[in-house]
């Protein structure tokens, strides 16, 4: 039996793909030929992506997959863990200047896979430019593998002996829902916001960047049906590995924590609303209510039904920390997910570039609740450049 930290690949349904995906724009149009043989020669630093998924008794795992990962000249999405990805459990694509990594998500997260995003984008630009870049920091053929990275994320010997934290938000059941039963075509939004913007705004307003969002974001909901009086409940993603001082794996282990925002809780005061909700998102993550987590995870419960909703909005915050030395020729950076019935909307936030980008996801095309949105933004004087807004249209498997 694999062990409890191992991916749960067969936690996938026809509504929850279980897929995410990187998307970058470049400086100059991607050079297909470049790609496809740096992302084959990154295969020696970065051997778990490139799996492919088999059974060993009654339990699916991932073996080597010794054919070449595919590199596609098109957007158009294809089905992973079948012939036209060679069975692989990942895929790459460009267009133009735009190219992306998707993945099944039960292998890795945000911070799991930006390494060898960046680490591809090390060796295709240096390549393409014909520039020489400083490699500190990047993981590159050749490298020794540390087992800090492939091995168990959780080895603190103390989660065996965990008790019940002492605080444990319980679940509120009947949440303020964004949803549109008559239309059901994915959509995805891009904003671009400056750094210098929403930093002096976390000072300001005694927040942080995914707090900030959160709370924007039930304003929007408000503002979108201000009549219900249901709570609205925002789920924001919490990096497990970090929190136990482990920031090297790749492996899938993201937590969330829950915000509630109930009808009586004026949101117009925003100093006293992010405080509430930075204070409820701290409780959540104190080591003792992770550590429950992992032993709940030792003894292999099965997760949350990806059918099950769980929260009105999920946010996202992946700290990418730049490219370094390729940040010149990277114009923007985004992640993007399948979206499940586990949240009605998703945003998910990067920073590169002195700038935040921002990918909206909704499991429809109007666009009143993302004008709601903006509408808030507006009115907490930020400015913003919209991207581009997209049909969301990724691998299956």
Known sequence: MPEYYEPLLDFSVPEHQSIMGIILSLRDPVDGEILRSTVEEMRARFPYFYVKAVYKGNDLVTVPNDLPMTVRNTWEPIRLHSEASNSHLA?????????????????????????????????????????????????????????????????????????????????????????????????????????????????????????????LLAKAARRLDPECRKTITVSVCVNRKAMLGNFNNYRMCIGEAILDFSKERDLEDLTKTCTIARGQLMLQVQPENLLWELKQMKRMLPPPSPDIARASICVSYVNSSGFGP????????????????????????????????????????????????????????????RIRSEPLRMCGI
């Open 91 to 215: 895929a790459w694509k460009y267009k133009g200047r735009r190219l992306a990594f998707e993945i099944h998500h039960a292998l890795t997260d945000g911070p799991g896979v930006l390494p060898y995003i960046r680490s591809t984008l090390f060796l295709y630009l240096s390549k393409v430019t014909g520039q020489t870049f400083d490699p500190a920091g990047f993981r590159l053929p050749g490298d020794v593998i540390p087992e800090s990275e492939t091995g168990n994320p959780f080895s603190d010997p103390e989660i065996d002996h965990t008790k019940a934290p002492l605080y444990q938000k319980k679940p509120i059941p009947d949440f303020f829902r964004v949803t549109d039963a008559a239309d059901d075509d994915k959509t995805v939004f891009y904003l671009k916001i400056s750094e210098a913007q929403i930093m002096q705004y976390c000072r300001d307003y005694d927040s942080t960047p995914n707090v900030i969002m959160s709370v």
């Open 326 to 385: 390729l940040d010149p020729w990277i114009e923007e950076l985004y992640i993007v997910t399948s979206l499940s019935k586990i949240t009605d909307v998703l945003c998910e936030i990067t920073c590169i570039n002195h700038h935040f980008f921002l990918a909206f996801m909704q499991p429809f095309s109007s666009e009143k609740y993302f004008r709601c949105f903006l509408d808030e933004l507006d009115a907490a004087g930020f400015s913003y450049e």
